[in-house]
């Protein structure tokens, strides 16, 4: 797989990683056997860099993760985690050095390491990207070994370019796929511009990129997919990133029909993805060994054409534009 430098980390990894947010929790029940299945094939499939946090499934995820190093010490896994959304309340307050310590304590059992290559700060309150307290207890965590670098994981535009003013930060991790394209307005040139590396979330817009799923799709009651479709848990963005499911499926049966041969329609969404080489590495999850297979297969495709990638503009214009582009 090719490899792209991971922002100020100094590391490259494969332009494909794997989101774990799905083996953790709030997408149905994945069994640990299975998931641990699904993680082997990933790093199996050239996947060299995996995204976690410490609320996936209250620690779940990391624990997954933290034994899949234990079993593959060699093969060079770099692995994020974010922190902050343990705070109750989640206000710009609770986010100082002492959380931070206490929180990564936890990361670090969880994953079984003494230095976390990253750690993210997980969508914060809007104050907190301001705060140059906050970004100096990060530089501190650091300096004491716990953390090699860190960075954030942002809900809108607007945050990401404050968090570019901090120095000392490594990444951001945005949402970026089809139905939400404002980041390469702004976002991802001055990213570039700063060194600093762009990680794309939610790339299949929650499934309904994957072209599997129709107006009639019943989700499970634990699927956050079911309970968060209007923000009722977090950030509605991060859910269909923020598109009306029946707008979504229709947009997205309109996407399928231009996926070109040897392509499935989810490759064809991480392409268009991949195809930005300001992005660092894409982050699809995966809940079986041939969902994290194809994933990292995107890699290996061609880059789509300009027909291609004009009509998918054109479709997010006129469908998806007027309902998401604002909001984040």
């Known amino acids: 797989m090719d490899k792209r430098l ?19 929790g709030s997408w149905g029940e994945v069994s640990r056997e299975a998931a641990l299945e699904t993680l082997d094939a990933a790093v199996d499939a050239g996947v060299t860099f995996i995204d976690t946090a410490d609320v996936y499934g209250d620690g779940r995820s990391e624990q997954l993760v933290g034994e899949l190093l234990r079993q593959r010490p060699h093969d060079h896994l770099t692995v994020a985690t974010k922190m902050g959304r343990r705070a ?30 990253l750690v993210q700060l997980h969508c914060p309150p809007p104050a907190v990207y301001q705060s140059e307290q906050v970004f100096g207890a990060l530089d501190t965590m650091v300096e004491e070994q716990r953390i090699r670098a860190y960075g954030v994981s942002v809900e809108t535009c607007e945050e990401a370019l404050t968090a570019l003013r901090h120095p000392g930060l490594a990444t951001i991790q945005i949402i970026l796929n089809c139905f939400r394209q404002k980041p390469l307005e702004a976002v991802l040139p001055a990213a570039a511009a700063a060194g600093v590396g762009i990680i794309a979330r939610v790339p299949l817009a929650s499934g ?60 064809l969404a991480l392409r268009w993805i ?49 309902l998401v582009h604002q909001h984040w």
């Not at 991971?6 to 083996?23: D, E, P, S």
């Not at 936890?106 to 230095?115: F, H, P, Y």
Request: net charge negative; glycine share 10%.
């Open 274 to 322: 991949i195809d930005r080489p300001e992005v660092s590495v894409v982050i699809p999850g995966a809940r079986s060994p041939e969902q994290a297979r194809a994933n990292a297969e995107a890699a290996e495709l061609a880059p789509l054409g300009t027909e291609t990638t004009e009509a998918i503009r054109e479709i997010y214009a006129d469908r998806i534009r007027p």
């Open 88 to 117: 109750n309340p989640h206000d710009a307050g609770a986010y100082t050095l002492d959380a931070f310590r206490t929180w990564n304590d936890r990361s670090r059992e969880n994953l079984g390491v003494d230095t976390i290559d």
């Open 6 to 24: 991971l922002g100020k980390t100094g590391r490259k990894i494969g332009v494909v990683g794997f989101g774990a947010w799905q083996i953790g």
């Open 208 to 267: 309904l990129l994957s072209g599997r799923y129709d107006e009639s799709t019943r989700f499970a009651a634990d699927d956050h997919r079911t309970f968060n479709r209007h923000g009722e848990a977090f950030d509605k963005g991060e859910t269909f990133s923020g598109v009306p499911y029946d707008i979504g499926v229709a947009a997205a049966r309109d996407i399928a029909a231009l996926t070109p041969e040897g392509y499935s329609t989810a490759q």
